[in-house]
Structure formats: C-alpha cells, structure tokens
Nanobody, 118 residues
Framework: QVQPVESGGGLVQPGGSLRLSCTTS????????MGWYRQAPGKERELVAK???????YYSDFAKGRFTISRDNRKNTVYLQMNNLTPEDTAIYYC????????????WGQGTQVTVSS
C-alpha cells in the first residue's frame, strides 16, 4: 500500500515510554524521507522528527534528547521511540512518507493517538 500505516499509540503515564511504528510499501520506503508529525487538540500539526533514506535524522527542539527516529529497511518500517513523556506530548501522531523530490508524493497515515496522563 502507498498510505503509511501507524501502530503503537496508547495511554502512558508521565515519564513513561512508547514506541510508534509505521510501515509502507517497499518501493516507496526505500527512497522516501519518512517523518513523524503530531497534532494536539486545538493546535496545528507539527514535525516531530524525520529520517532520510540514507539515515540522516532531524528533530524538532522538543524531541531532541527524548525521542529517537530510526528505520529498518528490511521491514519497510520507521520507528519513533519516545521516552520521558509528558502530558504536553499528548497528540495524534502521524507518519508521513515523502518522495516529492523524486517526482512522487507526500502520503499520510491515519494517525495513532498518544495520551500521556496519570
């Protein structure tokens, strides 16, 4: 499939951890920049982190030191390991595959809810 599919969201206590996963088709994944975005209630969608096909990563400031993005090219899967979560991290997390630079498209998953609450 072209649309990325996320998994791994849920409810976690403050200070806890979650790992999100996202998979898409091989022909997209091997060239795509894969990104994680999030949208909290009443706020705009924002970039969390992204990773290019060669493995270089980029993080938004709030994610640095707490979140880690990685990709497994054998499984066509990108991960977002989130540690030391706070209630401010509560949001719907979306996976994005971007091949626009190769004449392709930007595709979004349906999102997975992450709730940080005691």
């Amino acid at each position: 499939q072209v649309q990325p599919v996320e998994s791994g969201g849920g409810l976690v206590q403050p200070g806890g951890s979650l790992r999100l996963s996202c998979t898409t088709s091989r022909n997209v994944f091997t060239i795509a920049t894969m990104g994680w975005y999030r949208q909290a209630p009443g706020k705009e969608r924002e970039l969390v982190a992204k990773i290019i096909a060669a493995g270089k990563t980029y993080y938004s400031d709030f994610a640095k030191g707490r979140f880690t993005i990685s990709r497994d090219n054998r499984k066509n899967t990108v991960y977002l390991q989130m540690n030391n979560l706070t209630p401010e991290d509560t949001a719907i997390y979306y996976c994005n595959s971007d091949t626009i630079f190769r004449g392709g498209a930007s595709n979004w998953g349906q999102g997975t809810q992450v709730t940080v609450s005691s």
